[in-house]
């Protein structure tokens, strides 16, 4: 697992424009009306499902920026597992502040903690090969950061963060450069010499290329098992090897048996369902 | 159909922050390193699978904010039904342009189309009862309004918007007032004449407070379809009857025929996965 | 009274950009140049004339962000009254954070005062009829959600909060629609299930067009008194009646007296002068 | 008349704010139910009252910012008289995007207008005499730029933009100090050579201080009419004399015949009330 | 020196800017690897050469934005002197923390202290003399407020902070109103009581016409030592003469011993080289 | 050279926050008094010194931002040289605006040109050597890209653009680890496979840990000549050496000749003079 951090100055933006998002100009309607302004309360964060969490942080402040006397003491950890039932948190202090934050924690709180959860189980289903999993630049406009956090919180690796970290040769690259070796001496001549380079390669033939030319990693898009396999003893461990193309855990474990470094998979981040989580007032 | 407009002034900001999400300090390392400054071309968005596309105007934006001088011609309109290898717009201009703007428009384009593919099953499921399918605000934080755009693309209805549009009595807000008929007669003194008020029932008594109190609208929460069905029977017309709880494409028909006249489905934006969509570049 | 709430969150970004706009680059020149940095203050915020107050936490927020160390102690709540030489709160602290902020302050106390107080006389001149004072979408660019509040510590209700939460025909979506009845079919097929309907009406026969196709509430404009006791009895309780045009607490009296559920007020928020507030240093 | 400049990129963000806190999440729903996407539409803005119009490129910006396809075409310009039923300008484009923005582009027409046309009267009550007429620190949050632009639209000067453009030394400061002329050698000490110094007196004692430290302007505040034409008298021309304390045009122009120099008027920002201006639809 | 006020408010976006440009969306990869996340640590701030130190409040918040339980204690005041070796402030705290925030907070501390060093070096060149040092709008884009504060902390006085606080007319104006006593009368025409005029000036013709118009300052720019000591004679103290055009540490004794009162020098702002000082681990 | 791209997106709004910080609420006080609103003019950007001009598209936006009548045409483009009184750009437009925008223009673009041409000055200084100049993360805060970007157009290679695209060990990183190979295996356990590691080192024995390590790349720190030499003979080519350590382009040939294979420099961006261009109007 890369430790990478989630920094509060990174995520405090996001949680504030989702708590306006939900608050509009006129406020929460129905707690106003509803709940004493006074009355204060206890809750807890239950889930509905099993899965490991993750976005704790989140959550928090988001009760916080409604109403800092707002205590919310979390019970795990990111990245623990939780069963159905399980008490994820308890939260304390005005209602009124409670409630209206509710929604916005939850609604983070559940998208991440449904990465971690996708995940890991991904990551469980390869358990005991060489591959890591790890996610792509497929993620939803806006939350990379807290995506690529999550998958880290699920026990998987992140891939590039951006288009600026790393170079990563795809088909339309290597179609307008003319061919594997055109491009990756262009991208050689181009890079730093702390950027590593990527080449997608979709046959054997490419891959001897690339191994020519000197790239840092190879991804074998869409092949085979068999193909990988044979690209898996040509690279003979020179190389960083990643398998992709719409790998789930049933089909994880013989993609991870052909001996890849890396499985990377755009779902966990672009499709994976969101962990059901609860808030229950408490007496 | 709520043909609630998508206004470019709302969602630039939101394609504008995920394109230097991407893009970082250090900008596209590998387009920048291999596509010659000068070179112009053609592209297609192609559908990888079949569904519902939506967000065609966002993808547009993102290619222009790179570089206005990018051409997106779009194929078919939002709302339209696509198959595999179908043709959804097609790009041209300058190829480093299209190359940075690529993944940008695909995930806000993937993403927009798998919410509203997801809606139109879902649609399609109820079709010939008198049910709506609407969403809830269950949604991925900062991307409400177009979420809620797209299960409208998709042949839904919406629901609040937000905290301030309406009042939604649920059943913390029930306990807190010490029961249903206290909670809406404290809602009917606060709210403006414009703002409609609904409540979350758990039961038939409950329900019948709600009527005696003047709700305009009950939100069946996790009943049974034989609850459903005598709920419905009870209200008979006078109030608007909300279904929810965990309803799929499969459950849905048995849901509508109960004759509720709105079934709220919170997957639609918070779980639903993209339309797997791919840009191809062409001669 | 409304009792819609204003969170932090939603008005300190209003604060801190008025209190940059009035420290441009090169800040307090006047203050660097007189106070000593060590002094400390006591001031007594000051109703110069009689009012009804309101806007109390954004002046002491506005202390806070200058200074965290100056304490705000508010002597009545939002929605008091106050009398000439009253006075409405204390602050103590660095003197020369005191002084930075004041105008800011008070520029936002007397702004929201001055409203609550409009509100509250036009109020006072219907009080005993059934008439509520309601605003507008007639407010002060950047500032609705503060105006709209100030109108309901003024003891008035608030109308629509923007375009997006709720249905109001006005003349020139009838022109464009063809009539009354067009207009109204187009937007009960659009409005989603908590989305209420108002329709503005010129004349009686307009009046008979909106009750048959079910309008939520009608705005009558403009009307003669003679006219608008005409439309009250034909509508006859069956919906909410709303007058327009110009009302003043002179003419409100009259206005209410014919019935009406709602009169609408532009001049609360466009208009209403400031309620005129000093700071005095206290020994 | 100071003939400052209001450029487009700092107004563009007020009136962006605008048009997004009118919008919401969910768009102009009443226009989007009734009107047609492809319909065009003419319309007029139209003086409800005589007055002096000012913002015009405010509400074109608020058309143009909704589609930049609606053009509008100025009848008159910023500074010119209307009278009532007057055509100020012209609008055509898409009927959606002129309804979307037509209330954000009255609001600031009408709030600029307002404060244009109190300080044109409170101009005309003086004329012939040397007083001009200035505005104050008294601004609405968020509006400053534009109410000061306003102010000279309507043939008033300017006084300070800010806490950071020039020392006005107040009362608070001159009893922090210990006298005027403490004030006025601390001010003078500090101050940059480009900054002038102005003082608020309150008797004609503390005036031979500040011509003795040599002020550049004495801020003589809520004086008699008899002591103003004396402070004037002593002055002699040596400084700036500015009168300030509630003036109107009716008291205005017997504190012009004293012979200051400047007349500041706090409630041409803070209390002036629109001009009221509407939209027609044109054949 | 000008005390001008260098607010947190002000500056807060600034650091919390930079820090984010340092974060990227990963983080701080090297330490979260290699940092364990409960280690404290206590470093120093410390000069790796002699100069003058300022910008300890921002260099602190850095450290508090990443971490609120890192504590930094200032050392000396912002217009210290300090000496290699010296300790400038300690840090003490979690030490991920610091690690993340330190690059930062270097990065704003060497370039303000940069300034005020360059800035006290000339100030010491030319004491004795009447002259005073001054910068210009030559600053780095972004940084103005930050620098302007720097040249104060090294002694220096500020001149305009931007085209909105004063009059400067330059050559380019001069030759658009077609000469020095043209652009004067205009300028005067426009200026409000509060903003003074400052004329540069090429020659002794253009000087008397300077005078003659009622300038407040005057540009003496690229003059020989000998022209500005003719100029100076001409002036006899009745306006505020500036003398600019590449004066260094070294010319500048000579400049200022003709009796200027002023010398600009833009180099301050866009070209003193940062005080170098680092971070240095204590046990 | 790295051609790393610095798009519109990505620079737009230093340029627009550049703008307002030198407008502030009143405008260009001095253009507005004396230049006519209808005057055109032309204007050349002129070099006042020899060097490598780049920013000029900063240069362009800043006109186009004020104005966008106003046209700029580059005579010569980014990492171009120019001698005294060569002309960069010919601008054309609005008087007005060319006049508003020139500071603002000039700073860009003498900044970003001062750091090119102090990166090409030592470049030339080690032409003939394998030796890379590169740049470090010693930036003015809110630049960075800009100024990375202005070291490529010098001829210079970027190092790391943030704390989050690699991994750099540092002296204080390496004390916390127990020692250089510590530091590494962490490192090597925690970084993605697209990241690559360097390690700072201050003598021969740490360098022999950093090759049994598996480090890329080595950080050569403050050594001496022959230090530098022996490093890179036991280096041997397998791993990148960088030298550090206040290098100037006098002493860049030694360093050069020991045959290390980068130079970083931390004045390019953190202390480089600018490069004097001036705005000259033409007739």
Chains 1, 2, 3, 4, 5, 6 share one sequence.
Not at 184 to 202: F, P, Q
């Amino acid at each position: 697992m890369t430790p990478v951090s989630l920094a509060r100055i990174m995520v405090e933006p996001l949680v504030r424009a989702a708590l306006l998002e939900d608050l509009g100009l006129a406020g929460d309607l129905t707690t106003d009306a509803i709940v004493p302004a006074g009355l204060t309360a206890r809750a807890a964060l239950v889930a509905r499902e099993p899965g490991v969490v993750a976005g704790l942080d989140l959550a928090k402040l988001a009760f916080a920026l409604i109403d800092p006397s707002i205590a919310m003491h979390a019970e795990i950890n990111d990245g623990a597992t939780v069963t159905t039932g399980g008490v994820i948190a308890r939260v304390s202090g005005p209602a009124r502040g409670i409630l209206m934050a509710e929604r916005t924690a939850l609604n983070f709180l559940g998208h991440i903690s449904g990465i971690a959860s996708a995940t890991a189980s991904i990551v469980e289903a390869v358990r005991g090969t060489r591959a890591k999993i790890t996610c792509t630049r497929k993620t939803t406009p806006g939350l990379r950061a807290v995506e690529k956090y999550a998958v880290r919180a699920g026990g998987g690796a992140n891939h590039r963060f951006g288009l600026d970290d790393a170079i990563l040769i795809k088909d339309n690259h290597v179609a307008i450069a003319g061919g594997i070796a055109q491009a990756l001496r262009r991208a050689r001549a181009a890079a730093g010499h702390l950027v590593k380079i990527e080449v997608e390669i979709d046959n054997l033939d490419q891959l001897k290329d690339a191994l020519a030319e000197g790239a840092d990693a190879v991804l074998l898009d869409n092949m085979s098992l068999d193909m990988l396999g044979a690209a898996v003893g040509i690279v003979n461990s020179r190389v960083v090897t990643e398998a992709s193309g719409r790998v789930t855990p049933k089909s994880a474990p013989a993609v991870a048996a052909t001996g890849v470094d890396l499985i990377s998979v755009g779902w966990l981040t672009h499709s994976a369902a969101v962990l059901d989580i609860g808030l229950d007032l408490e007496d």
